[in-house]
């Protein structure tokens, strides 16, 4: 009653009952948790977890149990944790959506190193050419899900044009703080602004 009183909300079956006495008692039974979301909705969610393709393998499986968490003790998944998988090579694609969600939030430019795949089937970072490890600085402006793949919309300090770059291509990434996005109107092309769904109709390999 304590938890009702604080806001839960908790169903319960209420009986009362007469003794022989003529005294009247009241019992409470059958207390449960009205909970937000349905067991066909977390099966869906849990679906989706285990079956992206843009989420790194052992971050899904996170989150996968966070979301069992949601669920009460009678809820039974029957999915099984996908075998064979490959292992994730960027494990920070959940970090760096966090770092570019404040960024973005905040108006902040942010720097990262990107890489690419060799012929060897590896992943290796882009050098500048000095040799060193190439760091972009891009303004970033929105943040897109397509062909199962989170892309970040940004442009570069030059501004001439808006870019398109892979979440998990991104490496070492972090906000910078002290410096300002270019304005999105300042930019050739997007004096009014950027048109979302007009961009992804024009740009449907990102």
Request: charged share 30%.
């Amino acid at each position: 009653m304590s938890m009702i009183d604080f806001g839960y909300d908790i169903e319960y079956t209420e009986t009362v009952l007469r003794k022989k006495s003529g005294e009247v008692e009241v019992l409470y039974s059958n207390w449960y948790l009205n909970r937000e979301i349905t067991d066909a909705e977390l099966h869906i969610l849990i679906d989706s977890m285990l079956f992206s393709k843009y989420i790194p393998f052992g971050q899904n499986i996170e989150l996968v149990k966070k979301l069992k968490g949601l669920s009460s003790k009678y809820f039974r998944s029957k999915r099984k944790i996908p075998e064979g998988r490959l292992e994730n090579q960027h494990k920070q694609l959940l970090l760096t959506t966090e770092v570019l969600n404040e960024a973005i939030a905040k108006g902040n430019k942010v720097t990262f190193q990107f890489i690419k795949y060799g012929v060897d089937t590896k992943h290796h970072v882009v050098l500048g050419k000095d040799g060193a490890p190439r760091i972009y600085k891009v303004s970033p402006y929105e943040i897109v899900v397509t062909n199962g793949r989170y892309y970040l919309i940004c442009a570069h300090d030059k501004g001439d044009s808006l870019y398109n770059y892979r979440l998990d291509y991104m490496w070492a990434i972090e906000r910078v703080e002290d410096e300002k996005i270019c304005p999105l109107n300042e930019i050739l092309g997007y004096e009014y602004g950027l048109d979302l769904s007009k961009y992804m109709e024009e740009h449907i390999y990102m």
